[in-house]
């Protein structure tokens, strides 16, 4: 029997490589956009869909090697190239081949180390900050893209979607640039990973771009999906989660492999298994209980940090208790309106619309998630709703005026339905 340590099987905050779960709507596509000389792609999805886990698992089918950029808040475009030139330092100097690239073209290295020493002249020289990397003129997007495409390196570009401003504009046109290279440069491929309508923002500027772009939206994991990576963690731990505790666990999970992963984990490490168990081991409700509270312990702080952001959208509360009494699966705008006034509740068609887009936001917090294929807005975590829920509940006892509240007050309520919220769990 092969013996995997926990970690890598339940993977919450990573990549899944034990447990991962083959997505049969795009592995065929991706798979054969990532072999098209030439072919771009674009991978996009909300947050938590598994984009990073699906490029990870399908990549190294085509290419052996491939750099990662991390696109972070503030970054410039300038500090995106010298990641990826960077990065590129493991085969142009260390000349780590694989087995699609064997050799190194000579000039192509000489040209790498001249950029590389000019980069190093500026530091010693002081020219360069320390924040802001001096980008040498030699090393142009044209350039960058010569030395990806010689080296057969693939260049995934991780949450481009946070590169803003200018900025922005300055990637989309490099993006350009390397699809017009691609041509000359066979193995040339940028996978650009990125928020939901994110792809819109590079390809619809330029019908060009259309044909040599290939774009994938990655859905949220269907429950069936979500079961299989219960099944593949339970086969190579060796332990069983009966059916009912599976579709309770696929229940809180939705859609989130993320949360799946989190409850398994927590199962696993309350009953101390760390690694593949000799002998079967079965679980019961009170440890996915256990695994219950662990969790909310630990997305408590997050949770109440963005429902404080939320709070600050004026006279938001209407539109977070409408959303709060809606299943798991949320509703459509219509039915949320329809909702509001056989509860009567009061509030206009535009005023649902502005604060749903708001709490769409990272500003407001990320309450809310749209899915652009039921057109249903959500929680984008269930746990969310429940402690929306939990929050209505006490504060409907509390407070019958219509008062405003104070901030502090708020905080509180937040507090006590938190605890309203816990003790039902561990009351079930
Ligand atoms: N196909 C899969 N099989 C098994 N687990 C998966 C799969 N896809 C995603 N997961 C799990 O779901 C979680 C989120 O996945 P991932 O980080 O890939 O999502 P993402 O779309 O890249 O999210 P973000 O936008 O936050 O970067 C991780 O814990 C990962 O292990
Ligand atoms: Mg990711």
Same mark, same amino acid.
């Given at each position: 029997? *092969? ?14 490589? !034990? ?16 072999? &098209?000389?030439?072919?771009?792609? +674009? ?15 399908? &990549? ?14 503030? =970054? ?5 190239? +010298? ?33 590389? /020493? ?8 002081? $020219? ?15 350039? %960058? ?10 260049? !995934? ?14 990637? /989309?046109?490099? =993006? ?64 069983? +989660? ?24 927590? =199962? ?20 996915? *209980? ?24 004026? #006279? ?35 005023? %649902? ?13 990320? %309450? ?21 829920? /939990?929050?209505?509940?006490? $504060?409907?006892?509390?407070?019958? #005026? ?7 007050? =708020?905080? $509180? ?16």
């Amino acid at each position: 029997m *092969k013996i995997y340590e926990l970690k890598k099987v339940f993977t919450p905050a990573k990549p899944a490589r !034990v447990t991962f779960v083959d997505r049969d709507e795009f592995n065929d596509d991706i798979v054969t956009a990532l072999e &098209l000389p030439g072919n771009q792609l +674009i991978v996009y999805g909300h947050t938590g869909s598994g984009k990073s886990t699906l490029v990870e698992n399908l &990549l190294h089918r085509v290419y052996e090697k491939q750099i990662t950029t991390n696109c972070m808040k503030g =970054m410039t475009f300038e500090e995106v190239v +010298i990641d990826a030139f960077d990065e590129l330092e493991e085969f142009y100097i260390e000349e780590i081949t694989n087995n699609i690239k064997t050799s190194i073209n000579g000039r192509t290295q000489a040209n790498y180390l001249a950029i590389k /020493a000019q980069i190093q002249a500026s530091i010693e020289s002081g $020219q360069a900050h320390k924040q802001k990397r001096y980008l040498p003129p030699q090393l142009t997007p044209q350039r %960058l893209a010569k030395l990806l495409g010689e080296a057969g390196y693939c260049w !995934v570009l991780e949450d481009f979607h946070k590169i803003e401003g200018e900025e922005k504009e300055k990637l /989309a046109q490099m =993006m350009k640039v390397f699809v017009n290279l691609s041509d000359k440069h066979e193995d040339l491929k940028i996978i650009a990973i990125g928020a939901v309508n994110s792809a819109r923002e590079v390809v619809e500027t330029d019908a060009e771009m259309n044909t040599r772009i290939s774009e994938f939206h990655v859905k949220l994991m269907d429950d069936e999906e979500i079961r299989q990576i219960i099944e593949k963690g339970c086969e190579a731990l060796n332990i069983i +989660i009966p059916k009912n505790l599976q579709d309770d666990i696929i229940y809180y999970s939705n859609g989130l492999g993320s949360i799946c992963h989190k409850l398994c984990y927590y =199962m696993c490490d309350t009953a101390l298994i760390k690694r593949t168990v000799p002998q079967s081991v079965e679980f019961d409700y009170s440890d996915l *209980k256990e695994a219950l509270k662990r969790y909310i312990k630990s997305v408590e702080d997050t949770i109440k940090k963005s429902f404080d952001r939320a709070m600050t959208i004026p #006279s938001v509360e209407n539109t977070l208790r409408i959303m709060a009494h809606q299943d798991q699966y949320g509703a459509q705008s219509d039915s949320l309106l329809a909702w509001a006034s056989e509860h009567s509740i009061k509030i206009s068609k535009k005023k %649902l619309k502005v604060d749903l887009d708001k709490l769409e936001t990272e500003e407001y917090g990320e %309450l809310i998630k749209f899915d652009d294929n039921s057109w249903k807005y959500s929680f984008s975590n269930p746990f969310y709703g429940t402690f929306a829920l /939990a929050y209505f509940e006490e $504060q409907d006892k509390n407070i019958r #005026s219509a008062n405003k509240k104070s901030n502090r007050e =708020m905080m $509180q309520l937040l507090n006590e339905a938190f605890k309203v919220f816990s003790n039902q769990i561990a009351s079930e």
